[in-house]
């Protein structure tokens, strides 16, 4: 009878033993699973952030190419710059439908876009003008994107320093849809 006992309890632990093992295992896969799939959403954000910060820079090179420009040459060179503009929102477009719970990327989104209209009229003025661009607003603006391109994080990072970093550059393109009215 003792015997009958100790193999029930046996059988007992053993059927406890199987049931955990098997819970543990089903558990571990679907933890992988589960990390594999943000590491991958990682790798797509930092894609397309850093295809964003390269289109900032390029815009920054433009600004200050345009700035030793000659005054016939300035319309066309704004106008580069403005399709750069374009290029920038459309990356910004990009980085937002692919990068899930991107903090501040909303404001920034648009305050660009905000910008973008603004400069198309400095961009008509100038050339419907033919005089050239008001260099006082030329130098804000590339100051501002200057800033901004200095300022941004390099790689993208989940992390509260990335974003508090990343908001503290968007700071600088707060100030440009207004930047025409100011005086």
Request: glycine share 2%; aromatic share 10%.
């Amino acid at each position: 009878m003792k015997e009958r006992m100790l193999a029930y309890r046996r059988k007992k632990h053993s059927k406890i033993i199987i049931i955990v093992a098997v819970f543990i295992i089903f558990l571990s896969i679907v933890l992988l699973i589960i990390n594999s799939n943000a590491k991958k959403r990682i790798e797509v954000t930092s894609s397309y952030y850093a295809s964003f910060v390269s289109s900032v820079q390029t815009l920054d090179k433009m600004l200050a190419q345009t700035s030793g420009a000659k005054a016939d040459e300035i319309a066309i060179k704004m106008l580069d710059v403005y399709t750069t503009v374009i290029f920038v929102n459309d990356r910004l477009d990009l980085l937002e439908d692919n990068a899930h719970g991107f903090l501040g990327l909303e404001v920034l989104k648009n305050d660009f876009s905000a910008f973008k209209y603004t400069f198309a009229s400095i961009v008509r003025s100038c050339i419907e003008d033919r005089d050239g661009l008001e260099s006082e607003i030329h130098w804000k603006v590339a100051k501002h994107i200057h800033l901004f391109s200095i300022n941004l994080p390099r790689n993208y990072e989940n992390s509260n320093d990335f974003y508090n970093q990343f908001r503290r550059a968007a700071e600088h393109i707060k100030p440009l849809p207004n930047i025409p009215f100011e005086k």
